[in-house]
Protein backbone atom coordinates (compact mmCIF):
# COMPACT_ATOMS: atom_id res chain seq x y z
CA UNK A 1 0.00 0.00 0.00
CA UNK A 2 2.35 2.21 0.79
CA UNK A 3 4.57 1.73 -2.24
CA UNK A 4 1.45 1.86 -4.84
CA UNK A 5 0.75 5.95 -2.74
CA UNK A 6 4.99 6.54 -2.95
CA UNK A 7 4.32 5.64 -6.69
CA UNK A 8 1.22 7.46 -7.28
CA UNK A 9 2.78 10.34 -5.39
CA UNK A 10 5.65 10.02 -7.74
CA UNK A 11 3.94 9.74 -10.78
CA UNK A 12 1.89 13.01 -10.23
CA UNK A 13 4.93 15.13 -8.99
CA UNK A 14 6.64 14.25 -12.54
CA UNK A 15 3.66 15.01 -14.33
CA UNK A 16 2.83 18.50 -12.43
CA UNK A 17 6.52 19.43 -12.92
CA UNK A 18 6.50 18.65 -16.91
CA UNK A 19 3.33 20.51 -17.36
CA UNK A 20 4.59 23.73 -15.34
CA UNK A 21 7.49 24.56 -16.62
CA UNK A 22 9.36 22.66 -19.62
CA UNK A 23 7.11 20.53 -21.77
CA UNK A 24 7.22 20.66 -25.39
CA UNK A 25 3.94 19.74 -27.47
CA UNK A 26 4.53 16.47 -28.94
CA UNK A 27 2.87 17.39 -32.19
CA UNK A 28 5.30 19.68 -32.87
CA UNK A 29 8.71 17.91 -31.80
CA UNK A 30 8.64 14.91 -34.20
CA UNK A 31 10.26 12.21 -33.03
CA UNK A 32 13.95 13.38 -33.59
CA UNK A 33 13.72 16.69 -33.58
CA UNK A 34 13.48 19.18 -30.74
CA UNK A 35 10.42 21.62 -31.07
CA UNK A 36 12.85 24.61 -31.37
CA UNK A 37 14.56 23.49 -34.79
CA UNK A 38 11.39 23.17 -36.40
CA UNK A 39 10.28 26.01 -38.95
CA UNK A 40 7.07 27.29 -39.31
CA UNK A 41 5.55 29.18 -42.47
CA UNK A 42 3.04 31.87 -42.19
CA UNK A 43 -0.39 31.71 -43.95
CA UNK A 44 -2.41 33.92 -42.39
CA UNK A 45 -1.84 37.66 -40.64
CA UNK A 46 -4.60 40.43 -39.72
CA UNK A 47 -3.81 43.54 -37.83
CA UNK A 48 -6.46 45.92 -38.25
CA UNK A 49 -10.12 44.69 -38.81
CA UNK A 50 -10.55 42.97 -42.35
CA UNK A 51 -8.09 45.53 -44.21
CA UNK A 52 -7.23 43.23 -47.18
CA UNK A 53 -10.64 41.79 -47.18
CA UNK A 54 -12.10 45.39 -48.25
CA UNK A 55 -9.22 46.71 -50.38
CA UNK A 56 -7.96 43.28 -51.74
CA UNK A 57 -9.86 40.68 -54.92
CA UNK A 58 -10.11 38.02 -53.36
CA UNK A 59 -7.27 36.94 -55.91
CA UNK A 60 -5.06 38.57 -53.52
CA UNK A 61 -5.83 36.71 -50.63
CA UNK A 62 -3.64 34.38 -50.45
CA UNK A 63 -0.36 36.39 -51.24
CA UNK A 64 -1.13 39.48 -48.48
CA UNK A 65 -1.77 36.78 -45.91
CA UNK A 66 1.55 35.30 -46.48
CA UNK A 67 3.38 38.42 -46.59
CA UNK A 68 4.95 40.21 -43.57
CA UNK A 69 3.62 43.36 -42.72
CA UNK A 70 7.04 45.42 -43.34
CA UNK A 71 6.03 45.69 -47.21
CA UNK A 72 2.62 46.74 -46.41
CA UNK A 73 3.57 50.25 -47.51
CA UNK A 74 3.69 49.50 -50.98
CA UNK A 75 1.83 46.36 -51.86
CA UNK A 76 -1.03 47.07 -49.43
CA UNK A 77 -0.94 50.90 -50.20
CA UNK A 78 -1.79 50.05 -54.15
CA UNK A 79 -4.41 47.61 -53.14
CA UNK A 80 -5.89 50.53 -51.16
CA UNK A 81 -4.93 53.58 -53.61
CA UNK A 82 -6.76 51.09 -56.73
CA UNK A 83 -9.68 50.70 -54.50
CA UNK A 84 -10.04 54.31 -53.60
CA UNK A 85 -10.09 56.20 -56.77
CA UNK A 86 -11.24 53.96 -59.08
CA UNK A 87 -14.13 53.61 -60.17
CA UNK A 88 -16.11 52.14 -56.90
CA UNK A 89 -14.57 54.45 -54.31
CA UNK A 90 -14.43 57.59 -56.85
CA UNK A 91 -12.43 59.35 -54.10
CA UNK A 92 -9.51 62.15 -54.36
CA UNK A 93 -5.65 61.43 -54.64
CA UNK A 94 -5.59 63.45 -51.56
CA UNK A 95 -7.90 61.06 -49.33
CA UNK A 96 -6.71 57.97 -50.91
CA UNK A 97 -3.07 59.49 -49.61
CA UNK A 98 -4.37 59.78 -46.42
CA UNK A 99 -6.12 56.85 -46.35
CA UNK A 100 -2.39 54.77 -47.37
CA UNK A 101 -0.72 56.38 -44.54
CA UNK A 102 -3.46 55.77 -42.42
CA UNK A 103 -3.98 52.13 -42.86
CA UNK A 104 -0.66 50.67 -43.22
CA UNK A 105 1.38 48.66 -42.29
CA UNK A 106 -1.80 46.48 -41.01
CA UNK A 107 -0.87 46.60 -37.23
CA UNK A 108 -3.10 47.79 -34.05
CA UNK A 109 -1.35 50.50 -31.81
CA UNK A 110 -1.74 51.17 -28.56
CA UNK A 111 0.06 54.36 -26.43
CA UNK A 112 0.48 52.78 -23.19
CA UNK A 113 1.07 56.52 -22.20
CA UNK A 114 -2.93 56.89 -22.58
CA UNK A 115 -5.09 56.17 -20.28
CA UNK A 116 -9.22 54.96 -21.27
CA UNK A 117 -11.10 52.82 -23.76
CA UNK A 118 -9.35 51.25 -26.31
CA UNK A 119 -10.11 53.48 -29.51
CA UNK A 120 -9.72 52.08 -33.45
CA UNK A 121 -6.92 54.06 -34.91
CA UNK A 122 -7.00 56.39 -31.75
CA UNK A 123 -3.30 56.58 -32.05
CA UNK A 124 -2.83 57.86 -35.54
CA UNK A 125 -6.22 60.02 -35.32
CA UNK A 126 -5.61 61.34 -32.29
CA UNK A 127 -9.14 59.80 -30.77
CA UNK A 128 -10.90 61.53 -33.78
CA UNK A 129 -12.43 58.48 -35.01
CA UNK A 130 -16.33 58.44 -32.31
CA UNK A 131 -17.61 55.32 -32.60
CA UNK A 132 -20.95 54.66 -33.27
CA UNK A 133 -21.11 51.57 -30.69
CA UNK A 134 -19.37 52.55 -27.89
CA UNK A 135 -21.34 55.74 -27.46
CA UNK A 136 -19.02 58.01 -24.90
CA UNK A 137 -15.62 56.40 -24.10
CA UNK A 138 -13.86 56.70 -21.34
CA UNK A 139 -10.92 58.88 -21.77
CA UNK A 140 -9.54 60.34 -24.85
CA UNK A 141 -9.54 57.95 -26.99
CA UNK A 142 -6.24 58.06 -27.93
CA UNK A 143 -4.94 54.75 -26.16
CA UNK A 144 -5.61 53.01 -29.54
CA UNK A 145 -6.01 49.36 -30.13
CA UNK A 146 -9.71 47.50 -30.43
CA UNK A 147 -11.86 46.93 -28.22
CA UNK A 148 -14.99 43.91 -28.38
CA UNK A 149 -17.34 46.26 -28.55
CA UNK A 150 -16.45 48.77 -31.15
CA UNK A 151 -17.89 49.05 -34.49
CA UNK A 152 -15.34 48.89 -36.83
CA UNK A 153 -16.91 48.43 -39.93
CA UNK A 154 -18.95 51.50 -39.53
CA UNK A 155 -15.27 53.35 -38.71
CA UNK A 156 -13.88 51.71 -41.77
CA UNK A 157 -16.86 52.55 -44.05
CA UNK A 158 -16.55 55.97 -42.75
CA UNK A 159 -13.19 56.74 -43.96
CA UNK A 160 -13.40 55.01 -47.13
CA UNK A 161 -16.73 56.49 -48.28
CA UNK A 162 -17.89 59.04 -45.71
CA UNK A 163 -16.51 62.33 -44.77
CA UNK A 164 -14.33 61.24 -41.94
CA UNK A 165 -11.19 62.18 -43.35
CA UNK A 166 -11.97 65.43 -44.55
CA UNK A 167 -13.15 65.82 -40.76
CA UNK A 168 -10.28 64.02 -39.09
CA UNK A 169 -7.69 64.97 -41.36
CA UNK A 170 -5.76 68.07 -39.78
CA UNK A 171 -5.97 66.56 -36.19
CA UNK A 172 -4.51 63.73 -36.70
CA UNK A 173 -1.29 62.35 -36.13
CA UNK A 174 -0.66 60.23 -39.27
CA UNK A 175 2.77 59.98 -40.75
CA UNK A 176 3.46 61.69 -44.08
CA UNK A 177 0.04 63.62 -43.68
CA UNK A 178 -0.38 66.53 -42.49
CA UNK A 179 -2.91 69.51 -43.23
CA UNK A 180 -6.69 69.58 -44.27
CA UNK A 181 -7.86 67.66 -46.46
CA UNK A 182 -10.61 69.06 -49.00
CA UNK A 183 -14.01 67.20 -49.22
CA UNK A 184 -14.06 65.50 -52.62
CA UNK A 185 -18.08 65.34 -52.97
CA UNK A 186 -17.74 61.98 -53.44
CA UNK A 187 -19.02 60.96 -50.39
CA UNK A 188 -21.70 57.34 -50.77
CA UNK A 189 -23.26 58.11 -47.27
CA UNK A 190 -27.14 57.47 -48.06
CA UNK A 191 -27.97 61.47 -48.16
CA UNK A 192 -29.49 63.06 -51.87
CA UNK A 193 -30.11 60.30 -53.33
CA UNK A 194 -26.63 58.71 -53.25
CA UNK A 195 -25.90 55.07 -51.93
CA UNK A 196 -25.45 54.29 -48.17
CA UNK A 197 -22.22 52.57 -47.87
CA UNK A 198 -21.08 54.62 -44.14
CA UNK A 199 -22.93 51.58 -42.27
CA UNK A 200 -24.40 48.80 -42.49
CA UNK A 201 -26.72 49.72 -39.70
CA UNK A 202 -25.46 46.31 -37.46
CA UNK A 203 -24.56 47.50 -33.86
CA UNK A 204 -23.15 45.23 -31.35
CA UNK A 205 -26.36 45.33 -29.22
CA UNK A 206 -26.33 41.21 -30.15
CA UNK A 207 -23.27 40.10 -28.23
CA UNK A 208 -23.00 39.12 -24.80
CA UNK A 209 -19.03 40.68 -24.15
CA UNK A 210 -18.73 40.09 -19.89
CA UNK A 211 -16.35 42.89 -19.08
CA UNK A 212 -16.86 42.27 -15.21
CA UNK A 213 -14.64 38.71 -15.83
CA UNK A 214 -11.50 37.31 -17.73
CA UNK A 215 -12.00 36.17 -20.84
CA UNK A 216 -14.68 39.01 -21.24
CA UNK A 217 -15.60 37.89 -24.83
CA UNK A 218 -19.48 35.85 -24.26
CA UNK A 219 -19.56 32.88 -23.65
CA UNK A 220 -19.92 30.37 -26.54
CA UNK A 221 -23.40 30.11 -28.04
CA UNK B 1 10.37 12.92 -18.92
CA UNK B 2 10.40 15.69 -21.58
CA UNK B 3 6.93 16.64 -22.00
CA UNK B 4 3.87 16.73 -20.66
CA UNK B 5 2.26 14.03 -22.27
CA UNK B 6 4.68 11.63 -21.63
CA UNK B 7 4.26 12.50 -18.00
CA UNK B 8 0.26 12.34 -18.39
CA UNK B 9 1.18 8.70 -19.69
CA UNK B 10 3.10 7.60 -16.73
CA UNK B 11 0.31 8.83 -14.37
CA UNK B 12 -2.35 6.78 -16.16
CA UNK B 13 0.09 4.28 -15.87
CA UNK B 14 0.20 4.32 -12.43
CA UNK B 15 -3.42 4.86 -11.97
CA UNK B 16 -4.86 2.04 -14.76
CA UNK B 17 -3.49 -1.53 -12.53
CA UNK B 18 -6.03 -3.38 -14.42
CA UNK B 19 -6.38 -5.08 -18.60
CA UNK B 20 -9.62 -4.45 -17.57
CA UNK B 21 -9.75 -1.33 -16.57
CA UNK B 22 -7.74 -0.25 -19.15
CA UNK B 23 -10.33 -2.08 -21.85
CA UNK B 24 -12.88 -0.56 -20.68
CA UNK B 25 -11.17 3.17 -20.88
CA UNK B 26 -10.20 2.48 -24.43
CA UNK B 27 -13.84 1.61 -25.56
CA UNK B 28 -14.72 4.77 -23.84
CA UNK B 29 -12.23 6.77 -25.42
CA UNK B 30 -12.83 5.03 -28.94
CA UNK B 31 -16.49 5.33 -28.70
CA UNK B 32 -16.56 9.27 -27.54
CA UNK B 33 -13.86 10.16 -29.73
CA UNK B 34 -15.99 8.57 -33.02
CA UNK B 35 -18.69 10.60 -31.31
CA UNK B 36 -16.40 13.91 -31.65
CA UNK B 37 -15.22 13.10 -34.96
CA UNK B 38 -18.78 12.57 -36.26
CA UNK B 39 -19.90 15.78 -34.73
CA UNK B 40 -16.39 18.02 -36.18
CA UNK B 41 -17.27 16.60 -39.35
CA UNK B 42 -21.29 17.85 -39.46
CA UNK B 43 -20.12 20.92 -37.91
CA UNK B 44 -17.48 21.35 -41.03
CA UNK B 45 -20.48 20.50 -43.66
CA UNK B 46 -22.27 22.88 -41.71
CA UNK B 47 -19.86 25.55 -42.02
CA UNK B 48 -18.65 24.96 -45.21
CA UNK B 49 -21.79 24.59 -47.01
CA UNK B 50 -23.07 28.14 -46.52
CA UNK B 51 -23.51 29.65 -49.23
CA UNK B 52 -20.99 32.85 -48.62
CA UNK B 53 -17.88 32.80 -46.81
CA UNK B 54 -17.55 35.47 -43.61
CA UNK B 55 -15.42 38.75 -43.68
CA UNK B 56 -12.25 36.95 -43.25
CA UNK B 57 -13.63 33.41 -43.55
CA UNK B 58 -11.95 30.97 -46.04
CA UNK B 59 -10.02 34.29 -47.15
CA UNK B 60 -7.48 31.79 -49.45
CA UNK B 61 -7.40 28.54 -50.24
CA UNK B 62 -5.02 26.89 -48.10
CA UNK B 63 -7.40 28.57 -44.91
CA UNK B 64 -10.55 26.86 -46.70
CA UNK B 65 -8.71 23.59 -45.72
CA UNK B 66 -7.45 24.51 -42.78
CA UNK B 67 -9.88 26.64 -41.01
CA UNK B 68 -7.54 26.25 -37.86
CA UNK B 69 -5.20 28.53 -39.37
CA UNK B 70 -7.85 30.67 -40.61
CA UNK B 71 -7.57 34.21 -38.55
CA UNK B 72 -11.05 36.26 -38.10
CA UNK B 73 -10.04 39.11 -36.04
CA UNK B 74 -7.24 40.56 -33.77
CA UNK B 75 -8.18 42.79 -30.38
CA UNK B 76 -5.57 44.96 -27.66
CA UNK B 77 -7.39 46.75 -25.25
CA UNK B 78 -6.78 48.07 -21.65
CA UNK B 79 -8.21 45.31 -19.51
CA UNK B 80 -11.94 46.12 -17.75
CA UNK B 81 -10.78 44.29 -14.81
CA UNK B 82 -6.83 45.43 -13.44
CA UNK B 83 -5.90 49.13 -14.75
CA UNK B 84 -2.06 47.86 -14.80
CA UNK B 85 -3.64 45.08 -17.38
CA UNK B 86 -3.63 45.04 -20.94
CA UNK B 87 -5.68 41.83 -22.85
CA UNK B 88 -4.75 40.06 -26.14
CA UNK B 89 -7.05 38.70 -28.58
CA UNK B 90 -6.73 36.20 -31.23
CA UNK B 91 -9.89 34.43 -32.85
CA UNK B 92 -9.68 31.87 -35.42
CA UNK B 93 -11.68 29.25 -36.63
CA UNK B 94 -14.74 32.07 -37.38
CA UNK B 95 -18.41 30.58 -38.39
CA UNK B 96 -18.46 27.72 -35.86
CA UNK B 97 -22.33 26.66 -35.39
CA UNK B 98 -23.62 27.35 -32.04
CA UNK B 99 -23.98 24.05 -30.17
CA UNK B 100 -20.43 22.74 -30.84
CA UNK B 101 -18.59 24.68 -27.95
CA UNK B 102 -17.46 21.00 -26.39
CA UNK B 103 -16.31 19.53 -30.62
CA UNK B 104 -14.31 22.17 -31.92
CA UNK B 105 -10.46 22.26 -31.38
CA UNK B 106 -7.78 23.95 -32.37
CA UNK B 107 -5.64 22.51 -35.26
CA UNK B 108 -2.56 20.90 -33.30
CA UNK B 109 -0.40 21.25 -36.58
CA UNK B 110 -0.60 25.24 -36.30
CA UNK B 111 1.72 27.32 -34.67
CA UNK B 112 -0.17 30.60 -33.69
CA UNK B 113 1.62 33.62 -32.55
CA UNK B 114 0.63 37.37 -31.15
CA UNK B 115 3.53 39.68 -32.50
CA UNK B 116 4.46 42.97 -31.08
CA UNK B 117 6.70 45.72 -31.70
CA UNK B 118 7.44 47.63 -28.72
CA UNK B 119 10.23 50.18 -30.37
CA UNK B 120 7.70 51.18 -33.04
CA UNK B 121 7.77 55.09 -31.78
CA UNK B 122 11.30 55.32 -32.32
CA UNK B 123 11.55 53.37 -35.86
CA UNK B 124 11.77 55.21 -39.07
CA UNK B 125 8.75 55.44 -41.14
CA UNK B 126 9.14 52.83 -44.17
CA UNK B 127 11.02 50.17 -41.85
CA UNK B 128 8.48 49.31 -39.24
CA UNK B 129 7.16 47.59 -37.78
CA UNK B 130 9.17 44.38 -36.42
CA UNK B 131 8.32 42.13 -33.57
CA UNK B 132 10.94 42.07 -30.97
CA UNK B 133 8.44 40.04 -28.72
CA UNK B 134 6.16 37.15 -29.18
CA UNK B 135 3.50 34.59 -27.68
CA UNK B 136 3.64 31.77 -29.20
CA UNK B 137 0.53 28.63 -28.70
CA UNK B 138 1.03 25.11 -29.84
CA UNK B 139 -1.97 23.10 -29.34
CA UNK B 140 -1.92 19.43 -28.45
CA UNK B 141 -3.91 16.23 -30.25
CA UNK B 142 -7.41 16.00 -29.20
CA UNK B 143 -7.49 13.27 -26.60
CA UNK B 144 -10.72 12.45 -24.51
CA UNK B 145 -12.77 15.61 -25.21
CA UNK B 146 -10.28 17.99 -24.85
CA UNK B 147 -6.92 19.68 -25.64
CA UNK B 148 -3.53 20.56 -24.60
CA UNK B 149 -2.27 24.41 -24.83
CA UNK B 150 1.34 25.16 -24.56
CA UNK B 151 2.31 28.94 -23.87
CA UNK B 152 5.80 29.83 -25.31
CA UNK B 153 6.97 33.55 -24.15
CA UNK B 154 6.69 36.63 -23.80
CA UNK B 155 10.07 36.76 -25.31
CA UNK B 156 12.24 38.19 -28.44
CA UNK B 157 11.65 35.88 -31.79
CA UNK B 158 14.10 33.81 -32.90
CA UNK B 159 13.60 35.61 -36.45
CA UNK B 160 11.20 38.35 -37.40
CA UNK B 161 9.20 37.70 -40.84
CA UNK B 162 7.41 35.21 -42.40
CA UNK B 163 9.09 32.07 -40.90
CA UNK B 164 9.45 31.75 -37.29
CA UNK B 165 10.46 28.72 -34.61
CA UNK B 166 10.07 28.14 -31.38
CA UNK B 167 10.68 30.14 -28.84
CA UNK B 168 12.85 29.41 -25.52
CA UNK B 169 14.35 26.16 -26.82
CA UNK B 170 10.54 24.82 -27.37
CA UNK B 171 9.86 25.32 -23.74
CA UNK B 172 6.92 26.38 -22.11
CA UNK B 173 6.08 29.57 -20.13
CA UNK B 174 2.56 27.78 -18.87
CA UNK B 175 0.70 24.43 -20.43
CA UNK B 176 -3.16 24.02 -19.39
CA UNK B 177 -6.36 23.15 -20.73
CA UNK B 178 -8.69 24.25 -24.37
CA UNK B 179 -12.01 26.30 -22.45
CA UNK B 180 -10.44 26.63 -19.17
CA UNK B 181 -8.14 29.65 -17.60
CA UNK B 182 -4.61 28.97 -16.56
CA UNK B 183 -1.38 31.33 -15.84
CA UNK B 184 1.55 31.03 -18.18
CA UNK B 185 4.22 32.75 -15.72
CA UNK B 186 2.72 36.29 -15.51
CA UNK B 187 -0.24 35.99 -18.06
CA UNK B 188 -3.47 34.86 -17.50
CA UNK B 189 -4.09 32.51 -20.47
CA UNK B 190 -7.48 31.48 -22.09
CA UNK B 191 -7.45 29.38 -24.84
CA UNK B 192 -11.09 27.68 -26.37
CA UNK B 193 -14.76 28.50 -27.79
CA UNK B 194 -15.94 32.00 -27.69
CA UNK B 195 -18.96 34.09 -29.01
CA UNK B 196 -17.59 35.56 -32.41
CA UNK B 197 -17.92 39.22 -31.36
CA UNK B 198 -17.28 40.38 -34.39
CA UNK B 199 -20.87 41.90 -36.43
CA UNK B 200 -21.44 43.02 -39.94
CA UNK B 201 -24.06 42.40 -42.56
CA UNK B 202 -21.74 40.52 -44.52
CA UNK B 203 -24.01 39.37 -46.92
CA UNK B 204 -25.15 42.59 -48.19
CA UNK B 205 -21.60 43.63 -48.37
CA UNK B 206 -20.54 40.78 -50.84
CA UNK B 207 -23.82 41.63 -52.63
CA UNK B 208 -22.08 45.33 -53.35
CA UNK B 209 -18.68 43.72 -53.47
CA UNK B 210 -18.84 40.17 -54.56
CA UNK B 211 -15.12 39.98 -55.78
CA UNK B 212 -14.11 39.83 -52.15
CA UNK B 213 -15.82 36.27 -51.66
CA UNK B 214 -14.25 33.10 -51.47
CA UNK B 215 -13.79 32.13 -55.29
CA UNK B 216 -16.14 34.99 -56.87
CA UNK B 217 -14.73 36.92 -59.79
CA UNK B 218 -17.97 39.05 -60.43
CA UNK B 219 -17.07 43.00 -60.57
CA UNK B 220 -18.20 45.02 -57.97
CA UNK B 221 -21.34 46.61 -58.35
CA UNK B 222 -22.93 49.68 -57.76
CA UNK B 223 -25.44 52.44 -59.51
CA UNK B 224 -23.58 53.97 -62.29
CA UNK B 225 -20.78 51.25 -62.12
CA UNK B 226 -21.98 48.29 -62.55
CA UNK B 227 -25.82 46.79 -63.92
CA UNK B 228 -28.84 47.66 -63.60
CA UNK B 229 -29.22 45.33 -60.62
CA UNK B 230 -26.96 46.60 -58.55
CA UNK B 231 -28.08 47.08 -54.40
CA UNK B 232 -28.47 50.35 -53.82
CA UNK B 233 -25.98 50.11 -50.35
CA UNK B 234 -26.48 48.50 -47.37
CA UNK B 235 -29.87 48.36 -45.99
CA UNK B 236 -31.60 50.61 -43.77
CA UNK B 237 -31.70 47.32 -41.19
CA UNK B 238 -28.78 45.41 -41.28
CA UNK B 239 -28.49 41.47 -40.40
CA UNK B 240 -25.53 40.08 -38.43
CA UNK B 241 -24.35 37.62 -40.18
CA UNK B 242 -21.95 36.63 -37.20
CA UNK B 243 -25.30 36.43 -35.05
CA UNK B 244 -25.11 32.78 -33.62
CA UNK B 245 -21.87 32.05 -34.45
CA UNK B 246 -18.69 31.00 -32.10
CA UNK B 247 -14.86 31.59 -32.50
CA UNK B 248 -11.86 29.93 -30.80
CA UNK B 249 -10.41 32.87 -28.52
CA UNK B 250 -6.84 32.93 -27.54
CA UNK B 251 -6.83 35.43 -25.21
CA UNK B 252 -3.87 36.80 -22.87
CA UNK B 253 -4.68 39.17 -20.03
CA UNK B 254 -0.41 40.53 -18.67
CA UNK B 255 0.42 43.39 -17.12
CA UNK B 256 1.64 46.32 -19.70
CA UNK B 257 5.25 45.95 -18.34
CA UNK B 258 5.50 42.74 -20.49
CA UNK B 259 5.26 45.22 -23.48
CA UNK B 260 7.05 48.61 -22.08
CA UNK B 261 9.60 46.81 -20.16
CA UNK B 262 10.53 44.07 -22.80
CA UNK B 263 13.92 44.20 -23.98
CA UNK B 264 14.49 47.07 -26.53
CA UNK B 265 11.27 48.61 -25.72
CA UNK B 266 10.97 52.26 -26.45
CA UNK B 267 8.69 54.61 -26.20
CA UNK B 268 4.88 53.97 -25.07
CA UNK B 269 3.75 53.32 -28.67
CA UNK B 270 2.95 49.51 -29.68
CA UNK B 271 2.22 47.73 -32.72
CA UNK B 272 -0.03 44.41 -32.67
CA UNK B 273 -1.09 41.69 -35.14
CA UNK B 274 -0.83 37.67 -35.04
CA UNK B 275 0.08 35.18 -37.43
CA UNK B 276 -0.64 31.28 -37.68
CA UNK B 277 1.65 29.04 -39.65
CA UNK B 278 2.42 25.57 -40.40
CA UNK B 279 5.45 23.55 -41.24
CA UNK B 280 4.26 22.52 -44.63
CA UNK B 281 3.09 25.67 -45.47
CA UNK B 282 0.13 24.96 -46.21
Not at chain 1, 27 to 43: E, I, K, P
Not at chain 2, 76 to 93: I, Y
Not at chain 2, 161 to 167: A, K
Request: glycine share 12%; hydrophobic share 40%.
Amino acid sequence: MMMRILTLGLATALSLAAFASCSNDPTLTGSTQTGSTLVFHQVDRVGEAGLIELFSAYARHDASNRADVLPDATAMATDINGFATGSFGGRSAQISAFLQNLLTPDVLLIDTSQSGDASYLGVETNGLIVDSCNGPRNGTGKFGGRGLNEDVVDSSLGLVFGSTVPTIAAGSNVPNSSGAIADDGAEKDGRAGRPNLTTDNVGCGGKHFNFAQFPYVGNPL
Amino acid sequence: MRDGRRASLALAEALGRSRAYKRGLMKLVRTFGGILALSALIAIAVLYGRPVAGFDIQDSPTLVSRPGADISDVYLFPSPTNSNDVVAVMNVHPGLPAGTAATAFFDSQVLYTMKFDTRYSAEAIGSRPSENLVIQFSMGVVSGGTQQIFVYGPTAPNQTGTTTTLVSGGLTTGTGLINQTFPAGNLTVFAGVREDPFFFDLTQFYNIIPDRNKGSTTASCLPGVGSGSCPTGFNATGTDFFANSNVLSIIVEMPKTVLTQAVGATGSVIGYWATTSTQSGT
